[in-house]
Nanobody
Framework: QVRAVESGGGLVQPGGSLRLSCAAS????????MAWYRQAPGKQRELVAY???????GYVDSVKGRFTISRDNGKDTVYLQMTSLKPEDTAVYYC????????WGQGTQVTVSS
C-alpha cells in the first residue's frame, strides 16, 4: 500500500492559488497511476484529478481548467496546482494511487475564504 505525505495546503482568498505536493512511498511510483482526492465536511471523499503512469490526466468537471496535476517520477512526488480557487474547493486533500489503495495519509487542509 502507498504511504503518502501531503503538504502545501493553507488558507487562501477566493481567486487565489495553491500548490499541493505529495511524497509517496511503498510502491513503484513510476508504474502507478496517482490521484488527488478531497473530502469536505459532511461529504464523501471524491476523486479530484488523476495522472497515469504514461502522463495522461483527468479531472472532475468542477476543477477542469483550474487545477493541474503533474508528477515527478525522479522524486516519487505528485503535485496539484490549484488556481482560481473557490470556497467550494475547501476540503482536506489527500493523494493515493488510482484506484485508491485503501490507506490514507493525514491529508492537507485547503480553506478558501475571504
Amino acid at each position: 500500500q502507498v504511504r503518502a505525505v501531503e503538504s502545501g495546503g493553507g488558507l487562501v482568498q477566493p481567486g487565489g492559488s495553491l500548490r499541493l505536493s505529495c511524497a509517496a512511498s511503498g510502491i513503484i511510483f513510476r508504474l502507478n497511476a496517482m490521484a488527488w482526492y478531497r473530502q469536505a465536511p459532511g461529504k464523501q471523499r471524491e476523486l479530484v484529478a488523476y495522472i497515469t503512469s504514461a502522463g495522461t490526466t483527468g479531472y472532475v468537471d468542477s476543477v477542469k481548467g483550474r487545477f493541474t496535476i503533474s508528477r515527478d517520477n525522479g522524486k516519487d512526488t505528485v503535485y496539484l496546482q490549484m488556481t482560481s480557487l473557490k470556497p467550494e474547493d475547501t476540503a482536506v486533500y489527500y493523494c493515493s494511487t488510482r484506484p485508491a489503495s485503501g490507506s490514507w495519509g493525514q491529508g492537507t487542509q485547503v480553506t478558501v475564504s475571504s
